[in-house]
């Protein structure tokens, strides 16, 4: 077996090995330095001697360097603690994993990996190494973030976690709902961070927004009732659909209405109004609603034949809902699909005036496309190239300078 | 990160020993299914009815023609598939090694390219 052999199997159990140690020694980060241990050892010995069971043997091991730990932490307290952790331990923390026990026990990962007492950045960090069985390297990557950054950000979220006395268990339902919300927050980023890379060279970065997907099928399986779960589901389904379409061959983007859509993964958006199906099931939440946008794009032949009327009104519970700048922004856009450039402004200007976007370069885009199409080109140009001067994404820059550019 | 389809190619014997304890093969593929739905994987999974009872449409002349019966003349017939959405090759091998299947079947993994991968004009 080869290194990717081991890292096969890591990415499969490695939210199962980390959750059932957790459960069985209550010490988070413990466990997550014990499983880390294990798959250590496992790219060492495999490639000489393949085990037979590589699931069994990744669990018994991270099981063993588990108890190594406690005993190596209680001989430095306690003796009696010694003890009583010792038998407990060795009888409590079985080969196999509890099938009945484990759903609920990798669903507790997610929502510690994810605790508001940790930095957004941690909580990213955390929840793709654990959870997602991602290596520092690989979140590293996903970043574009130096990898001590990355074990430092683990390290220090460990150490958080601790030292607030997070306990392995799922919240109370007083405050399950809240949390949920902030464990799709941190999918939500993640999925972003690939669909519209906030820095870099590259427009779109399918590995990581994969990985935000595949996190969210996992949640949604283990949280059947949630609808908001589907809704992001949905959202990452019927946007990953269109990534096909979104850049050309030399990786600039493509507009929505320049989009091929026979490129779309018409499979994806076939999951995507399966699961905000679900997730329409007690009324729309903020992620259902944009998923339900992104479902009238995904149903549309052409930007001309979409409804955007019905988009419309989707931003406006949107905006009811969630109330942001940038719902207000996207809303200005599809009111000038549907009544046209003039109403639009007068909502991109009233944003301006009360000055809610500061240094985006969404505003002015937005303003310099409208601005353009009613023909007030000088206008036009001269907010393009104040979006260009704004924007971080080199590929969406150049764009933005090829339209200024198009205007003189 | 790919799609991967798994095809199963069972014999005669193999389909055999899988269907002489249904109980057993419904409980294992139950568990296969829902680990792979649980790891967010899962995509589809069909299983085919018996060989004997398909009809192959040969186009090999100038019209189609359709006779009845299993398809050619090998011996591992495609019984069915698991489509799956995995990180890698090697993490569709590790959940293949896991599907219910008997001693004789075997199990093809080939990757589904997406739609992104079809050359675009001006490449």
Known sequence: MGTADVEAVWRIESARIVAALTRFTGDFGLAEDAAQEAVAEALVSWPLAAPANPAGWLMATARRRAIDAIR?????????????????????????????????????????????????????????????????????????????????????????????????????????????????????????????????????????????????RTLAALQPDEPEVHGLLALCELTAARFPARTGPDGSPVLLDEQDRRRWDFSAIRRGLAALARASARGLGPYGLQAAIAAVHASAPSVEATDWDRIVVLYEALGRVAPSPVVELNRAVAVAMASGPEQALAIVDELIAADRLPGSHLVPTVRGELLARLGRRPEARAELELAARLCANQRERSVLLRKAAALS | MSKYLLIMRGTDESNAALMADIEELMARTHRFIEETVKAGVLLAAEGLDDPAQGVVVDFSGETPVVTDGPYGETKELFGGFFLLDVASKEEAVEWAKRVPAAPGSKIEIRRVPGSDEVPQVGE
């Open chain 1, 72 to 216: 190596r932490r209680t001989a430095l307290q306690d003796r009696y603690a010694l003890l009583a952790a010792d038998s407990t331990a060795d009888s409590a923390v079985d080969e196999e994993i509890d099938p009945d026990r484990i759903d609920d026990d990798v669903l507790a990962l997610m929502f510690v990996s994810c605790h508001p007492v940790l930095s957004p950045e941690a909580r990213v960090a955390l929840t793709l190494r654990v959870v997602g069985g991602l290596s520092s390297e690989e979140i590293a990557r996903a970043f574009l973030v130096p990898v001590p950054t990355v074990q430092a950000r683990i390290t220090r979220g460990k150490k958080t976690i601790a030292a607030a006395g997070v306990p392995f268990e799922l919240p109370p339902a007083a405050e399950r709902r809240e949390r949920l919300g902030g464990v799709l927050s941190v999918l939500y980023v993640i999925f972003t961070e690939g669909s519209t890379a906030t820095s870099g060279d590259r427009l779109l970065r399918p590995d990581v927004a994969y990985e935000a997907i595949r996190l969210a």
